[in-house]
């Protein structure tokens, strides 16, 4: 063998260091395609209802009167239970996508399926935050 002896002690390192840098590159973009999952995610599972509803500003008196109206006769008049359970502090309880899921479905009986326009569940939304 001729040649400079460094050079014959660095070419079986060259290919090791590109398959560190490539190992590396794939690891990183791949915790990047997770990151981009995990913030997308929750948005596209959202329905467009939900979606239009969370951008809108609710009003905790309009959604006081609309919950007198068709919650109260099971929530009570001051959300307190009766046929369905209290709603005081339900906004720690649950997120609002759950909460919208909730009113929507009618997943839980005797709870009927309830879906107001967009604003009207923001408005309640509202008034279900308000309640301590």
Known sequence: MTG??????????APAQRQGLITALVLLAA????LLLLL???AARSDPYTRRTLELSGS???GAR????NCAGCHGIAAQGL????????SRRRNDRQLIRQVVSGRTPPMPRF????????DLLAH????E
Do not use: K, Y
């Open 4 to 13: 400079d002896p460094s050079t014959i002690l660095e070419a079986p390192q």
């Open 31 to 34: 915790a990047g395609c997770i």
């Open 40 to 42: 997308l995610l929750p």
């Open 60 to 62: 905790p008196e309009t």
């Open 66 to 69: 609309l919950f007198r109206m």
């Open 83 to 90: 046929v369905g359970p209290s709603l005081h502090g339900v």
């Open 115 to 122: 879906q107001p326009e967009p604003q009207a569940m923001a």
């Open 128 to 131: 279900l935050r308000s309640l």
